[in-house]
């Protein structure tokens, strides 16, 4: 018997939002949503909110392997049950294969790619709230910055970030999405 693919019309996937912690993928995801009339999810608030306890606590309490395995069955089960969302993932997500997989199987992943030069201006906004950046000094945050942009190569778009304000990459996002995609198949993993 022939078996058929279950296809997602393009216009009802799940908009992901990917890159390093503090490129803005909460910021503008919330305002992509706003402005697409999407309903938006931080896959960072869900657990919060899902284990009753800050990020950092999860952390702390119960170290970082649990946290990714958090982390990885919420996106999973979000990516999968979830239709027209606007997705915003937490920074260290991508990094996991069954994470990149089900966004990339389910969804439109969207990269804001940001220097390392800019990057570093936010350092003091996010720093507290980010326990991987804790004990770190500034050269280990970027080899970790750089080690990171492979996985986030996997994407279907990009957008450099440098110089527009939150509310103008939401702009160009939903502009370019009016205008239609022009989409990247990345090669799988
Ligand atoms: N385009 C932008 N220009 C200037 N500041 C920005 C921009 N986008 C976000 N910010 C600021 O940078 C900080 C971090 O943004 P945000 O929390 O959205 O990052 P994030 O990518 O969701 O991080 P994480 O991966 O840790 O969840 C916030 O204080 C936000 O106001
Ligand atoms: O980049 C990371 O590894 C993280 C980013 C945040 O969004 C949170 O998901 C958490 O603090 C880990
Ligand atoms: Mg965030």
């Known amino acids: 018997m022939m078996s058929y693919m279950r296809q997602i019309p393009v216009r009802e996937k799940n908009i992901v939002l990917i890159g390093f912690m503090g490129v803005g993928k909460t910021t503008i995801g919330q305002l992509v949503a706003k402005k697409l009339y999407r309903d938006f999810i931080d896959i960072d608030v869900e ?38 969302k606007v997705v915003s993932l937490g920074g260290g997500a991508f990094q996991q294969e069954e994470v990149r ?11 804001l790619d ?43 778009s990009r957008v450099q970030t440098d110089n527009l304000v939150a509310e103008e990459v939401a702009d160009y996002i939903v502009e370019t999405l009016k205008l239609g995609w022009d989409l990247y198949q990345p090669q799988k993993d």
């Open 47 to 84: 657990i919060e909110k899902n284990e009753k306890m800050l990020i950092k606590d999860i952390f702390s309490k119960h170290g970082e392997k649990e946290f990714r395995r958090i982390e990885r069955e919420t996106i999973s089960d979000i990516c999968q049950a979830k239709r027209c």
């Open 101 to 111: 997989n089900v966004c990339l199987e389910n969804c439109i992943v969207l990269f």
């Open 114 to 156: 940001l220097s390392w030069d800019r990057w570093k201006e936010r350092l003091d906004l996010i720093i507290e709230s980010r326990p991987v950046l804790h004990n770190r000094t500034l050269e280990e945050m970027q080899e970790l910055f750089n080690a990171r942009q492979d996985a986030y190569s996997k994407h279907n």
